[in-house]
Nanobody, 121 residues
Framework: QVPLVESGGGSVQAGGALRLSCVVS????????MAWFRQAPGKEREGVAV???????SYTDSVKGRFTISRDNAANTMYLEMNSLKPEDTGMYYC???????????????WGQGTQVTVSS
């Protein structure tokens, strides 16, 4: 499995914005589904957004209208634009790749190390 490297996390106040990036080394991302997951302390890792090979996207309800997932296949990079951030968005954000347009953890086999997002009220 090739490494996935996330970046862009940080600390912001509620209402702020961040842009996460995930770079895939070694091969093109165009043939794979890519997703963002997050995990808050003491909670299960949850799917946030996924983008398919054809650009199809899906979001968990709590981020719809605030987050946007996108990909630049030429740059082997996936992004998560996060706006109107809330304290409940706080967590470690992970990039993942798999074969399905899914927000289920079991459908993804390759994971990055994560980037921390902290939103203060």
């Amino acid at each position: 499995q090739v490494p996935l490297v996330e970046s862009g996390g940080g600390s912001v106040q509620a209402g702020g914005a961040l842009r996460l990036s995930c770079v895939v080394s070694g091969y093109t991302t165009s043939s794979r589904c890519m997703a963002w997951f997050r995990q808050a302390p003491g909670k299960e890792r949850e799917g946030v957004a996924v983008i398919g090979r054809d650009g199809t996207t899906s979001y968990t309800d709590s981020v719809k209208g605030r987050f946007t997932i996108s990909r630049d296949n030429a740059a082997n990079t996936m992004y998560l634009e996060m706006n109107s951030l809330k304290p409940e968005d706080t967590g470690m954000y992970y990039c993942a790749e798999g074969g399905f347009v899914s927000l289920r953890r079991v459908d993804f086999s390759n994971w990055g190390q994560g980037t921390q997002v902290t939103v203060s009220s």
